[in-house]
């Protein structure tokens, strides 16, 4: 606020504070020293004024925050900062699928042209894929193949463009916004009667270029299109007045398509109606225009990586750029430890390889083409004597059981609105703490947040049971190795409560039905129920380390699995009690709540209501609540 002298303060940028400055500014001098402001046309004019005055230093602001990176909020800023640090901005992705076409036809051979349209449905909604280059296949037999054959969803779009060189605005734009650029093919035809074309490369590293080279540059524009430029013929080939630009990409609905996986054949190729399509790989990989806060994030990582993957965060940023569908991304160096299949994660180092995580946005793990596809888009940025090697994220469940006491004086809140207020926290805590790498489950901040989820709550316990899942092979005898890479609760040698249990399973196509547990000592049982009570099938069926949080099943036929849940399933459910209430994810590990075999359970607090010191015949209420009421019938209860 301004002083009583006559220096009028210019700190002060919102609206009443500039009024109200300029109104002490004026009572300061003779002029208007008594008058009323209030109720004359001037505060009309110190309205327009101070109004001026603040929409000048927000376009201030404004101006000085689209400046920088990190600051900038304007998509068109973001970007251009971007290209300033040599990073482009990826475009919206379309799903892409891998199919098998085979022709029954006695010719020799045949072509199926780019823009071929298959379609499918998703959701009740049919979507269109196409091919996007010519492919030519010879004959095998009465048929010609077309194997491993790569379809996008969306439409096939040429654009063509004639070279005026006297027009100095002229631009070459890819004119839809949900074009992706990766399928985009730059041709520069010779003229309209010289229909010889050649096929220009998009350009990466300008110190390999001459003035020869026939590559094409591209960036984002206003509105989030694209535009193709060339070069002066200084640094790669220039255009020459007649040529004809010819752009083709397609044009897709991004995400709507993820996950299709049966396509239907055009009426014919190349002539051919007798057409067969296998699905290799479902669709996936759509996605939307990368964002401004992954701009702000890769930009600067991507210039530091300059354009080489060597460190952990290079790979990231990189796995990021070449797989669209990224959510979150684990890296490490194979001197920290090893992965395989059968165990997962390991502390014995394999030198020479780099393991890299990916969990996807659509929830589902990477097909094999995908991992293949991306070992391969690594090449031109690995040092060339590490090998990437791509693994799935592991999932570790936590099965909760919460207890709390709550108020009943202080709140109108019913003890199954409070349980409902909860699971909404635990809902919150999943989505903002867990799920994603190198995200550790923190007993004490759970606790503190359940606490807090209403002022009427006093107190809560909350324990914790990890939990995973294996698929037998169930045609042979198997060995498996679970490691849950976090210690198992073990008090003495020889403790008799079981701190392993599992879902039910059928061996050698038997009909009884078996669980596992442990003795206390390392050792690993199998047993059945009967009458109630436990009868062991084997009680060295395989060990578990307790220090390292590992259960190993020794080679057994596990011929069919249990519902589990209460839904059928293809998969074994082992849990196991935490050493440690808190539990630390290792690598390509996920934690997440399972919020179908949790429980909250809410008691009236018997003290809050009667008093300390006093006696009452009153009990408080309890009420329990599983957060899914489907609970399974077939998870042992040994622990």
Avoid: C
Avoid at 168 to 196: E, G, H, M, P, Y
Avoid at 328 to 333: D, F, R
């Amino acid at each position: 606020m301004a002083t009583n002298d006559k220096r009028l303060t210019v700190t002060e940028l919102d609206f009443d504070e500039v009024k109200s400055n300029l109104k002490t500014y004026l009572k300061a001098q003779t002029e208007f020293k008594d008058y009323d402001f209030e109720g004359s046309g001037m505060s009309i004019l110190l309205d327009t004024l101070a109004y001026n005055t603040h929409y000048l230093g927000f376009n201030a602001n404004m101006v000085a925050n689209e400046m920088f990176l990190d600051s900038a909020s304007l998509r068109s800023s973001v970007v251009s900062h971007a290209k300033m640090l040599g990073y482009e901005v990826s475009s919206a992705r379309a799903p892409k699928a891998t199919i098998n076409i085979s022709l029954s036809t006695g010719k020799t051979t045949a072509t199926m042209p780019a823009g071929t349209a298959f379609t499918t449905t998703v959701d009740g909604t049919s979507y269109q894929f196409v091919t996007i280059a010519d492919v030519t296949g010879a004959s095998t037999g009465n048929a010609i193949p077309f194997d491993s054959t790569e379809i996008y969803e969306g439409t096939y779009i040429t654009t063509k463009y004639i070279v005026d060189t006297s027009d100095v605005d002229q631009r070459f734009i890819i004119t839809d916004n949900r074009a992706d650029t990766t399928t985009l093919t730059v041709k520069v035809q010779n003229s309209i009667s010289d229909t010889t074309a050649t096929t220009y490369t998009k350009a990466t590293d300008i110190s390999q270029l001459s003035r020869s080279s026939t590559v094409y540059y591209l960036q984002e524009i206003e509105s989030g299109r694209f535009e193709v430029y060339f070069g002066d013929g200084i640094v790669s080939q220039a255009l020459s007045d007649g040529n004809i630009v010819v752009l083709q990409y397609v044009v897709t609905n991004k995400t709507l398509a993820n996950g299709s996986s049966s396509f239907s054949s055009p009426s014919a190729i190349d002539t051919v109606t007798d057409i067969t399509i296998t699905t290799v790989a479902n669709a996936s990989g759509g996605a939307e225009p990368e964002s401004i806060q992954s701009v702000k994030l890769n930009a600067p990582l991507d210039y530091a990586a300059q354009g080489r993957a060597v460190t952990s965060e290079d790979y990231k940023l990189y796995a990021r750029k070449l797989f669209a569908n990224t959510q979150a991304v684990s890296v490490w160096g194979g001197e920290d430890g090893s992965y395989n299949t059968s165990s997962g994660v390991s502390s014995v180092a394999e030198y020479g390889k780099v393991f890299i995580s990916i969990k996807s946005t659509t929830g589902e793990n990477l097909t094999t083409t995908q991992k293949d596809q991306l070992v391969k888009d690594f090449g031109p940025y690995k040092v060339a004597s590490i090998t990437p090697v791509v693994v799935d994220p592991e999932t570790t469940f936590l099965i909760l059981g919460i207890t709390y006491n709550y108020d009943s004086t202080a709140t109108t809140k019913t003890t199954t609105d409070l349980n409902t207020l909860v699971n909404t926290t635990l809902t919150s805590y999943n989505t903002k703490f867990l799920n994603t790498f190198n995200s550790p489950f923190r007993h004490s901040q759970l606790t503190g947040l359940i606490d807090d989820t209403d002022s009427s709550i006093l107190m809560n316990t909350t324990t914790v049971t990890m939990a995973k899942f294996f698929t037998p092979t169930t045609t042979e005898s198997t060995s498996y190795t679970i490691n849950f890479n976090n210690a198992f609760y073990n008090p003495v040698s020889g403790y008799q409560n079981a701190i392993i249990a599992s879902t039910g399973f059928y061996i050698n196509s038997a009909s009884t039905e078996y669980f596992f547990d442990d003795d206390g000592s390392g050792n690993l049982r199998i047993y059945s129920i009967v009458s109630g009570t436990k009868t062991y099938y084997s009680e060295t069926a395989g060990t578990v380390d307790y220090t390292n949080g590992i259960v190993t099943i020794n080679g057994i036929l596990i011929s069919s699995v249990s519902n589990v849940d209460g839904v059928a399933s293809t998969q074994v459910r082992i849990t196991a009690l935490s050493d440690s209430n808190d539990i630390v994810p290792v690598r390509n590990q996920l934690l997440e709540i399972d919020f179908t075999n949790s429980t909250i359970t809410g008691n009236v607090d018997a003290a809050a209501t009667t008093g300390v010191g006093y006696t009452t015949t009153t009990t408080g209420t309890t009420t329990s609540t599983s957060v899914n009421t489907t609970k399974s019938t077939t998870t042992s209860s040994g622990y």
